[in-house]
Protein backbone atom coordinates (compact mmCIF):
# COMPACT_ATOMS: atom_id res chain seq x y z
CA UNK A 1 0.00 0.00 0.00
CA UNK A 2 2.67 2.63 1.30
CA UNK A 3 4.68 2.21 -1.84
CA UNK A 4 1.01 1.88 -4.36
CA UNK A 5 1.32 6.01 -2.62
CA UNK A 6 4.07 6.64 -3.23
CA UNK A 7 4.23 5.79 -7.06
CA UNK A 8 0.48 7.95 -7.14
CA UNK A 9 2.42 10.96 -5.39
CA UNK A 10 5.25 10.98 -7.76
CA UNK A 11 2.80 10.26 -10.81
CA UNK A 12 0.87 13.45 -9.64
CA UNK A 13 4.29 15.29 -9.17
CA UNK A 14 4.79 14.30 -12.87
CA UNK A 15 1.58 15.59 -14.24
CA UNK A 16 1.86 18.75 -12.06
CA UNK A 17 5.46 19.71 -13.26
CA UNK A 18 4.22 18.57 -17.00
CA UNK A 19 1.42 21.28 -16.02
CA UNK A 20 3.74 24.19 -15.24
CA UNK A 21 6.06 23.92 -18.27
CA UNK A 22 3.06 23.88 -20.65
CA UNK A 23 1.70 26.84 -18.81
CA UNK A 24 5.20 28.58 -19.38
CA UNK A 25 4.99 27.95 -22.87
CA UNK A 26 1.74 28.91 -23.36
CA UNK A 27 2.55 32.63 -21.77
CA UNK A 28 5.89 33.07 -24.22
CA UNK A 29 3.82 31.84 -27.19
CA UNK A 30 0.87 34.54 -26.28
CA UNK A 31 3.60 37.06 -25.51
CA UNK A 32 4.99 36.59 -28.86
CA UNK A 33 1.31 36.70 -30.68
CA UNK A 34 1.86 33.00 -31.65
CA UNK A 35 -1.08 30.08 -30.90
CA UNK A 36 -1.45 28.08 -28.35
CA UNK A 37 -3.81 25.11 -29.66
CA UNK A 38 -5.91 25.73 -26.94
CA UNK A 39 -9.41 23.94 -27.83
CA UNK A 40 -11.76 26.62 -29.28
CA UNK A 41 -14.85 24.69 -26.77
CA UNK A 42 -14.75 27.10 -24.07
CA UNK A 43 -16.00 25.85 -20.90
CA UNK A 44 -19.61 27.63 -20.77
CA UNK A 45 -22.01 28.42 -17.84
CA UNK A 46 -25.90 27.49 -18.49
CA UNK A 47 -27.63 30.99 -17.96
CA UNK A 48 -31.29 28.82 -17.75
CA UNK A 49 -33.02 26.22 -15.60
CA UNK A 50 -33.60 25.23 -12.38
CA UNK A 51 -30.59 26.91 -10.51
CA UNK A 52 -31.27 30.28 -12.44
CA UNK A 53 -34.75 30.43 -11.47
CA UNK A 54 -33.72 29.92 -7.99
CA UNK A 55 -31.46 32.81 -7.48
CA UNK A 56 -34.53 34.84 -9.46
CA UNK A 57 -36.72 33.35 -6.55
CA UNK A 58 -34.19 34.13 -3.44
CA UNK A 59 -33.85 37.77 -4.93
CA UNK A 60 -37.61 38.81 -4.41
CA UNK A 61 -36.47 38.96 -0.88
CA UNK A 62 -34.08 41.65 -1.69
CA UNK A 63 -35.69 45.02 0.15
CA UNK A 64 -34.13 48.61 -1.88
CA UNK A 65 -35.49 51.69 -1.40
CA UNK A 66 -38.68 52.90 -3.66
CA UNK A 67 -38.17 52.93 -7.84
CA UNK A 68 -35.43 50.45 -7.27
CA UNK A 69 -35.43 46.98 -9.09
CA UNK A 70 -32.95 43.93 -8.88
CA UNK A 71 -32.22 40.91 -11.39
CA UNK A 72 -30.43 38.20 -12.10
CA UNK A 73 -27.41 39.66 -14.65
CA UNK A 74 -25.26 36.36 -15.09
CA UNK A 75 -24.88 32.84 -13.57
CA UNK A 76 -20.87 33.23 -12.60
CA UNK A 77 -19.51 30.59 -10.63
CA UNK A 78 -17.64 31.81 -7.87
CA UNK A 79 -18.05 35.62 -9.03
CA UNK A 80 -15.90 38.14 -6.92
CA UNK A 81 -14.66 41.36 -8.54
CA UNK A 82 -16.05 42.65 -11.06
CA UNK A 83 -14.46 44.73 -14.42
CA UNK A 84 -16.95 46.09 -16.92
CA UNK A 85 -15.07 47.06 -20.19
CA UNK A 86 -14.89 50.43 -21.45
CA UNK A 87 -16.36 50.06 -24.54
CA UNK A 88 -19.19 48.17 -22.93
CA UNK A 89 -18.59 44.81 -24.93
CA UNK A 90 -17.39 42.57 -22.05
CA UNK A 91 -18.13 42.40 -18.30
CA UNK A 92 -14.86 40.49 -16.69
CA UNK A 93 -15.44 38.72 -13.64
CA UNK A 94 -12.89 37.01 -11.10
CA UNK A 95 -12.72 34.17 -8.73
CA UNK A 96 -10.46 33.57 -5.76
CA UNK A 97 -10.49 29.67 -7.04
CA UNK A 98 -8.64 29.47 -10.96
CA UNK A 99 -10.83 30.77 -12.92
CA UNK A 100 -12.13 34.25 -15.05
CA UNK A 101 -15.00 34.92 -16.53
CA UNK A 102 -16.33 36.78 -19.62
CA UNK A 103 -19.90 38.12 -19.33
CA UNK A 104 -21.71 38.73 -22.79
CA UNK A 105 -24.79 40.91 -23.24
CA UNK A 106 -25.01 40.50 -27.02
CA UNK A 107 -28.65 42.02 -27.80
CA UNK A 108 -28.26 44.83 -24.63
CA UNK A 109 -31.13 43.32 -23.11
CA UNK A 110 -29.44 43.60 -19.69
CA UNK A 111 -28.84 39.66 -19.05
CA UNK A 112 -26.20 37.65 -19.83
CA UNK A 113 -26.00 35.92 -22.94
CA UNK A 114 -22.95 34.15 -23.08
CA UNK A 115 -20.89 33.54 -19.73
CA UNK A 116 -17.51 31.58 -20.50
CA UNK A 117 -14.28 31.01 -19.22
CA UNK A 118 -11.79 34.36 -19.76
CA UNK A 119 -8.41 33.21 -21.36
CA UNK A 120 -8.45 29.29 -21.13
CA UNK A 121 -4.87 28.86 -22.13
CA UNK A 122 -3.29 31.00 -18.91
CA UNK A 123 -3.30 29.47 -15.84
CA UNK A 124 -4.70 31.78 -13.05
CA UNK A 125 -3.66 31.33 -9.26
CA UNK A 126 -6.13 33.70 -7.55
CA UNK A 127 -7.12 35.59 -9.92
CA UNK A 128 -9.53 38.11 -7.59
CA UNK A 129 -8.64 41.18 -8.72
CA UNK A 130 -9.34 42.86 -12.19
CA UNK A 131 -9.28 46.50 -13.93
CA UNK A 132 -9.56 48.02 -16.79
CA UNK A 133 -7.90 51.15 -18.21
CA UNK A 134 -10.07 53.82 -20.16
CA UNK A 135 -7.89 52.95 -22.70
CA UNK A 136 -8.81 49.17 -22.50
CA UNK A 137 -6.08 47.46 -20.39
CA UNK A 138 -7.46 44.83 -18.78
CA UNK A 139 -5.27 44.10 -15.47
CA UNK A 140 -5.66 41.06 -14.12
CA UNK A 141 -4.00 40.68 -9.96
CA UNK A 142 -3.24 37.34 -9.16
CA UNK A 143 -2.29 35.94 -5.44
CA UNK A 144 1.83 36.70 -6.69
CA UNK A 145 1.52 38.24 -10.11
CA UNK A 146 -0.18 41.02 -12.13
CA UNK A 147 -0.91 40.10 -15.57
CA UNK A 148 -2.53 42.69 -18.33
CA UNK A 149 -3.98 41.76 -21.76
CA UNK A 150 -4.11 44.65 -24.49
CA UNK A 151 -7.65 44.64 -26.06
CA UNK A 152 -9.24 42.73 -23.77
CA UNK A 153 -12.34 43.47 -25.21
CA UNK A 154 -10.98 42.28 -28.52
CA UNK A 155 -9.18 38.89 -27.94
CA UNK A 156 -11.62 37.49 -25.17
CA UNK A 157 -13.54 35.93 -28.24
CA UNK A 158 -10.59 33.42 -28.60
CA UNK A 159 -9.06 31.10 -26.18
CA UNK A 160 -5.81 32.67 -27.23
CA UNK A 161 -5.29 36.61 -26.09
CA UNK A 162 -2.76 39.09 -25.74
CA UNK A 163 -1.12 38.99 -22.43
CA UNK A 164 2.18 40.45 -20.46
CA UNK A 165 3.92 40.01 -17.20
CA UNK A 166 3.51 43.61 -15.54
CA UNK A 167 4.69 41.44 -12.41
CA UNK A 168 6.41 37.81 -12.91
CA UNK A 169 4.97 35.46 -10.79
CA UNK A 170 6.41 35.42 -7.09
CA UNK A 171 7.76 39.12 -7.64
CA UNK A 172 4.49 40.81 -5.90
CA UNK A 173 4.91 39.55 -2.52
CA UNK A 174 8.07 37.31 -1.39
CA UNK A 175 7.41 33.64 -2.17
CA UNK A 176 7.83 32.78 1.13
CA UNK A 177 4.70 34.83 2.18
CA UNK A 178 2.47 33.16 -0.09
CA UNK A 179 -0.54 32.00 2.18
CA UNK A 180 -4.01 30.63 1.95
CA UNK A 181 -5.47 33.86 3.74
CA UNK A 182 -5.76 37.28 2.50
CA UNK A 183 -4.42 36.45 -0.77
CA UNK A 184 -7.63 37.95 -2.41
CA UNK A 185 -5.67 41.34 -4.47
CA UNK A 186 -8.04 43.96 -5.67
CA UNK A 187 -6.32 46.98 -8.36
CA UNK A 188 -7.35 50.16 -10.00
CA UNK A 189 -5.76 52.74 -12.73
CA UNK A 190 -5.71 55.73 -10.69
CA UNK A 191 -6.48 59.33 -11.98
CA UNK A 192 -2.40 59.43 -12.49
CA UNK A 193 -2.59 56.38 -14.77
CA UNK A 194 -0.99 53.98 -12.73
CA UNK A 195 -1.30 50.88 -11.45
CA UNK A 196 -3.15 50.18 -7.92
CA UNK A 197 -2.80 46.74 -5.56
CA UNK A 198 -3.48 46.06 -2.29
CA UNK A 199 -1.52 43.55 -0.21
CA UNK A 200 -3.47 42.35 2.24
CA UNK A 201 -1.08 40.94 5.03
CA UNK A 202 -1.80 37.33 6.10
CA UNK A 203 -2.32 36.77 9.62
CA UNK A 204 -5.07 38.04 12.36
CA UNK A 205 -2.01 40.40 13.54
CA UNK A 206 1.54 39.73 12.29
CA UNK A 207 4.22 39.12 14.50
CA UNK A 208 6.37 42.30 15.41
CA UNK A 209 9.38 40.78 13.67
CA UNK A 210 7.59 40.75 10.75
CA UNK A 211 6.46 44.53 10.30
CA UNK A 212 9.83 45.82 8.57
CA UNK A 213 9.61 43.21 5.79
CA UNK A 214 5.67 44.13 5.07
CA UNK A 215 6.69 48.07 5.01
CA UNK A 216 9.17 47.46 2.90
CA UNK A 217 7.20 45.61 0.27
CA UNK A 218 3.86 47.19 0.81
CA UNK A 219 2.30 44.14 2.50
CA UNK A 220 -0.71 45.08 4.84
CA UNK A 221 -0.94 47.46 2.73
CA UNK A 222 -1.79 49.19 -0.86
CA UNK A 223 1.14 49.60 -3.77
CA UNK A 224 1.51 51.30 -6.88
CA UNK A 225 3.70 51.25 -10.20
CA UNK A 226 3.52 52.27 -14.13
CA UNK A 227 1.57 50.10 -15.64
CA UNK A 228 4.46 48.12 -17.10
CA UNK A 229 5.46 47.28 -12.94
CA UNK A 230 8.31 49.71 -12.98
CA UNK A 231 8.44 52.55 -10.19
CA UNK A 232 6.84 50.49 -7.62
CA UNK A 233 6.29 51.88 -4.17
CA UNK A 234 4.18 52.07 -1.03
CA UNK A 235 1.42 54.60 -1.69
CA UNK A 236 -0.89 53.38 1.82
CA UNK A 237 0.36 51.37 4.77
CA UNK A 238 -1.47 50.27 8.56
CA UNK A 239 -3.77 48.19 6.00
CA UNK A 240 -5.39 44.81 7.63
CA UNK A 241 -6.78 43.47 4.36
CA UNK A 242 -8.26 45.87 2.03
CA UNK A 243 -10.69 44.21 -0.70
CA UNK A 244 -12.27 47.36 -2.15
CA UNK A 245 -11.25 50.62 -3.85
CA UNK A 246 -11.73 53.11 -6.02
CA UNK A 247 -11.39 57.12 -6.92
CA UNK A 248 -12.89 59.82 -5.95
CA UNK A 249 -13.86 61.51 -9.53
CA UNK A 250 -14.53 64.86 -7.88
CA UNK A 251 -11.04 65.62 -6.57
CA UNK A 252 -8.74 61.77 -7.54
CA UNK A 253 -8.73 60.70 -3.52
CA UNK A 254 -8.30 56.76 -2.87
CA UNK A 255 -10.91 55.41 -0.47
CA UNK A 256 -10.77 51.50 0.74
CA UNK A 257 -12.34 49.16 2.66
CA UNK A 258 -10.56 47.16 5.31
CA UNK A 259 -11.55 44.34 7.36
CA UNK A 260 -10.54 44.41 10.56
CA UNK A 261 -9.23 41.94 13.44
CA UNK A 262 -10.77 39.00 14.33
CA UNK A 263 -11.52 37.47 17.96
CA UNK A 264 -12.14 40.55 19.77
CA UNK A 265 -15.57 40.37 20.66
CA UNK A 266 -19.49 40.63 18.32
CA UNK A 267 -19.11 44.19 18.55
CA UNK A 268 -15.87 45.35 18.03
CA UNK A 269 -13.32 46.58 16.34
CA UNK A 270 -15.54 48.15 13.36
CA UNK A 271 -14.72 47.50 10.00
CA UNK A 272 -13.11 50.35 8.27
CA UNK A 273 -14.38 53.01 4.84
CA UNK A 274 -10.99 55.00 5.05
CA UNK A 275 -9.74 58.25 2.96
CA UNK A 276 -6.56 57.92 1.48
CA UNK A 277 -5.47 62.31 0.71
CA UNK A 278 -2.36 61.72 -0.35
CA UNK A 279 0.84 58.90 -0.72
CA UNK A 280 2.85 57.65 2.79
CA UNK A 281 0.02 57.95 4.91
CA UNK A 282 -0.74 55.17 7.73
CA UNK A 283 -3.64 53.59 8.51
CA UNK A 284 -2.96 52.55 12.06
CA UNK A 285 -3.07 48.30 11.80
CA UNK A 286 -1.35 46.40 13.38
CA UNK A 287 -1.30 48.92 16.63
CA UNK A 288 -5.24 49.18 16.28
CA UNK A 289 -7.52 46.65 15.54
CA UNK A 290 -10.22 49.04 13.85
CA UNK A 291 -11.06 52.05 14.16
CA UNK A 292 -9.55 53.28 17.14
CA UNK A 293 -9.56 50.23 19.17
CA UNK A 294 -5.87 48.95 19.81
CA UNK A 295 -5.13 45.57 19.59
CA UNK A 296 -3.82 43.16 22.53
CA UNK A 297 -0.96 42.35 20.90
CA UNK A 298 0.68 45.52 20.57
CA UNK A 299 -0.83 47.66 23.71
CA UNK A 300 2.17 47.95 24.72
CA UNK A 301 4.06 49.59 21.56
CA UNK A 302 3.77 52.81 20.64
CA UNK A 303 1.88 53.20 17.50
CA UNK A 304 3.38 55.51 14.31
CA UNK A 305 2.69 59.29 14.50
CA UNK A 306 -0.11 60.58 12.60
CA UNK A 307 -2.22 57.63 12.33
CA UNK A 308 -5.11 58.30 9.32
CA UNK A 309 -8.13 57.17 11.11
CA UNK A 310 -11.20 55.57 8.96
CA UNK A 311 -13.61 58.08 7.52
CA UNK A 312 -16.52 55.59 8.61
CA UNK A 313 -16.55 53.11 11.18
CA UNK A 314 -18.42 50.16 9.04
CA UNK A 315 -20.39 47.48 11.73
CA UNK A 316 -18.30 45.34 12.97
CA UNK A 317 -17.31 41.72 10.98
CA UNK A 318 -19.74 42.92 8.32
CA UNK A 319 -16.74 41.81 6.03
CA UNK A 320 -16.76 45.28 4.26
CA UNK A 321 -15.25 43.92 0.23
CA UNK A 322 -16.06 45.83 -2.98
CA UNK A 323 -16.51 49.69 -3.67
CA UNK A 324 -17.35 52.34 -6.12
CA UNK A 325 -18.18 55.56 -6.45
CA UNK A 326 -21.68 56.33 -8.77
CA UNK A 327 -21.13 58.47 -11.52
CA UNK A 328 -24.06 57.14 -13.69
CA UNK A 329 -27.32 59.39 -14.67
CA UNK A 330 -29.79 56.31 -13.76
CA UNK A 331 -30.20 56.64 -9.91
CA UNK A 332 -31.28 59.84 -8.35
CA UNK A 333 -29.57 63.11 -7.75
CA UNK A 334 -29.01 62.09 -4.18
CA UNK A 335 -26.56 58.83 -5.22
CA UNK A 336 -24.78 60.55 -7.85
CA UNK A 337 -21.07 60.90 -6.30
CA UNK A 338 -21.61 58.94 -3.61
CA UNK A 339 -20.39 55.32 -2.63
CA UNK A 340 -22.19 51.61 -3.24
CA UNK A 341 -20.00 49.11 -1.16
CA UNK A 342 -20.26 45.26 -0.57
CA UNK A 343 -21.01 43.56 2.96
CA UNK A 344 -19.88 40.25 2.23
CA UNK A 345 -21.38 39.04 5.76
CA UNK A 346 -19.79 37.87 8.97
CA UNK A 347 -18.50 34.22 9.66
CA UNK A 348 -17.82 34.86 13.48
CA UNK A 349 -20.24 36.59 15.22
CA UNK A 350 -22.58 35.37 17.07
CA UNK A 351 -25.50 37.15 15.68
CA UNK A 352 -24.46 37.46 12.06
CA UNK A 353 -24.55 40.75 10.59
CA UNK A 354 -23.97 42.33 6.60
CA UNK A 355 -24.49 40.14 3.00
CA UNK A 356 -25.88 43.52 1.72
CA UNK A 357 -25.10 46.78 0.02
CA UNK A 358 -24.06 49.90 1.73
CA UNK A 359 -24.48 53.10 0.29
CA UNK A 360 -22.26 56.24 1.42
CA UNK A 361 -23.19 60.22 0.78
CA UNK A 362 -20.10 62.42 0.86
CA UNK A 363 -20.64 66.26 1.69
CA UNK A 364 -19.25 69.55 -0.21
CA UNK A 365 -15.84 69.30 1.58
CA UNK A 366 -14.83 65.24 0.56
CA UNK A 367 -15.77 63.70 3.96
CA UNK A 368 -18.19 61.04 4.04
CA UNK A 369 -21.63 60.89 6.31
CA UNK A 370 -22.54 57.51 7.72
CA UNK A 371 -23.04 54.41 5.95
CA UNK A 372 -26.63 52.88 5.36
CA UNK A 373 -28.22 49.73 4.00
CA UNK A 374 -29.35 50.07 0.36
CA UNK A 375 -30.47 46.54 -0.55
CA UNK A 376 -30.60 43.78 1.95
CA UNK A 377 -31.93 40.73 2.28
CA UNK A 378 -29.46 38.01 1.80
CA UNK A 379 -29.30 37.31 5.85
CA UNK A 380 -32.09 35.49 6.58
CA UNK A 381 -34.14 36.22 9.71
CA UNK A 382 -32.61 32.69 11.22
CA UNK A 383 -29.28 33.70 10.07
CA UNK A 384 -29.24 32.06 6.63
CA UNK A 385 -27.23 33.20 3.64
CA UNK A 386 -28.96 33.19 0.62
CA UNK A 387 -25.62 34.93 -0.57
CA UNK A 388 -22.44 37.33 -0.06
CA UNK A 389 -22.48 40.19 -2.16
CA UNK A 390 -18.75 40.95 -3.08
CA UNK A 391 -18.48 43.85 -5.40
CA UNK A 392 -20.13 46.77 -6.53
CA UNK A 393 -19.51 48.04 -10.65
CA UNK A 394 -21.44 50.38 -12.79
CA UNK A 395 -22.74 49.44 -16.17
CA UNK A 396 -23.11 52.31 -19.20
CA UNK A 397 -26.52 52.92 -18.70
CA UNK A 398 -25.76 53.76 -15.22
CA UNK A 399 -27.11 50.55 -13.56
CA UNK A 400 -25.51 48.66 -10.73
CA UNK A 401 -24.02 45.60 -10.75
CA UNK A 402 -23.31 42.97 -7.30
CA UNK A 403 -21.49 40.12 -7.53
CA UNK A 404 -22.21 37.31 -5.36
CA UNK A 405 -19.42 34.12 -4.67
CA UNK A 406 -21.78 31.91 -2.54
CA UNK A 407 -24.64 31.56 -5.06
CA UNK A 408 -22.23 32.04 -7.93
CA UNK A 409 -24.26 35.14 -9.57
CA UNK A 410 -24.12 38.86 -10.92
CA UNK A 411 -27.64 41.14 -10.11
CA UNK A 412 -28.18 44.36 -12.07
CA UNK A 413 -29.91 47.01 -10.02
CA UNK A 414 -31.79 49.49 -12.12
CA UNK A 415 -33.93 52.37 -10.95
CA UNK A 416 -37.36 53.75 -12.81
CA UNK A 417 -39.38 56.70 -11.29
Known sequence: MYKALLASAAALALLAGAAMAQSRDNMERLGQFRTTGTSMQFEMVNQSGEFADQIRENLKKIKMPSGFKIELFAVVPDARHIAVGPQGIVTIVGTRKDAVWAITDRNKDRRADEVKRFAPSIDFVIPNGVCFSKDGFLFIAEQNRVLVFPAAEFFYESPDVAVGEVVKKGELIPEDEESFNHTARVCDVGPDNKLYISLGQPFNVPAQEKLDKYNERGIGGIIRMERDGSGRQVYARGIRNSVGQDFNPANGELWFTDNQVDGMGDDIPPGELNRATGPGQHFGFPWYGGGSVRTNEYKDSEPPEDIVFPEVEMAAHAADLG???????????????????????????????????????????????????????????????????VDVAQLPDGSLLVSDDLAGAVYRISYEQ
Request: aromatic share 14%; hydrophobic share 35%; proline share 6%.
Open 323 to 389: MMFYTGRMFPAEYRGGIFSAQHGSWNRTTPVGARVMFTSLNEDGSANESKPFAEGWLSETGEYLGRP
